[in-house]
């Protein structure tokens, strides 16, 4: 089972937005070196939206083999188009990923039943670890946490990242099906206290920016050190706010092209970072120390 601080990586570019290989390979080398815990890939920070599947398939690859089993890869295989999430999972799975993230299916905006159906079919026709991802804010349709407990039942879902933001509702999930799955955060502010409670660990965007310093955070808060946890997050506190200014990863490529691990590049629609909020997100860094 996989603890600690996962980042959500994400897919550095050149300018012109062709994805630049050679930064991917020396980010995930950073995070080997920085204590992170698992490599993330292909999910929304990754810009999974606008890859092609060639190029989102190669990003699997490029990880895996980077990492070289020193840390294990989490790959990014949802969609809305749930024969494509099997397609993408699959590949994954060839391509030597430890699991998959499967997020919710956007815009369709599916019933419950719908959701379960979803996740059910992706589980049986691809034999490998699945994280079944919540982020409703961003995706329109929410996973209850009835759902979840009944797709926690499926031999290969082994996890769940809750981005609602709810700790209240996270400790549900944990008290729920924590025994049986592993829950994760996935909302940098409330991710030290859904730890606390039980959580196996954050998939973080401020990770990016961060890395030593979350993979510390997440150590001390799955250890029950709720102090030597909390003196961190008060650090990390206007970096997982910054972040957040524009869409996510709008604020987090310009933060790593500020310390010369990526150059400027992002897909269409999104664009580089607007220049009111670019003040905040330096001070957020120097405040974090990175």
């Known amino acids: 089972m996989i603890t600690g ?7 550095p570019m050149h300018a012109d937005g062709s994805v630049d290989w050679a930064a991917l390979e020396r980010l995930v080398a950073m995070h080997i070196a920085a ?3 698992a490599i993330a890939a292909v999910g929304t920070t990754g ?11 190669e990003v699997i690859k490029r990880c895996v083999t980077c990492a070289a089993g020193r840390i294990p890869v989490i790959a990014g295989t949802g969609s809305n188009a749930t024969a494509e999430a099997i397609e993408l999972s699959a590949a994954a799975a060839d391509a030597g990923a430890a699991a998959c993230l499967l997020v919710t299916p956007y815009y369709n905006r599916p019933t419950q039943r719908g959701l379960y159906e979803h996740f059910k079919a992706i589980a049986e026709a691809v034999a490998i670890p699945q994280i079944l991802y919540n982020v409703p804010a961003r995706t329109s349709v929410d996973m209850t946490n009835d759902t979840a407990v009944r797709l926690a039942q499926l031999d290969n879902v082994v996890g769940i990242k809750d981005a609602t933001g709810d700790v209240a509702r996270g400790r549900d999930l944990i008290s729920r099906c924590g025994d049986a799955i592993a829950i994760y955060s996935g909302d940098d502010p409330t991710a030290m206290a859904l730890m606390l409670a039980g959580a196996h660990g954050n998939i973080s965007v401020t990770a990016n920016v961060a890395p030593a310093l979350m ?7 799955l250890s029950g050190d709720r102090a030597g946890a909390q003196a961190i997050n008060t650090q990390l506190a206007p970096l997982n706010r910054a972040l957040f200014l524009q869409a996510n990863p709008i604020p987090v490529k310009w933060a790593l092209q500020q310390r010369g691990l990526v150059e400027a590049g992002i897909r269409l629609p999104l664009t580089w970072l607007d220049a009111p909020f670019q003040p905040e997100v330096l001070a957020a860094m120097e405040a974090a120390g990175v």
């Open 5 to 11: 601080s996962i980042v959500a990586l994400v897919t």
């Open 35 to 37: 204590g992170t815990a």
């Open 47 to 57: 810009e999974s939206a606008t890859l092609s599947v060639p190029e989102h398939c």
């Open 215 to 221: 993979a510390e955070l997440c150590r001390l808060a």
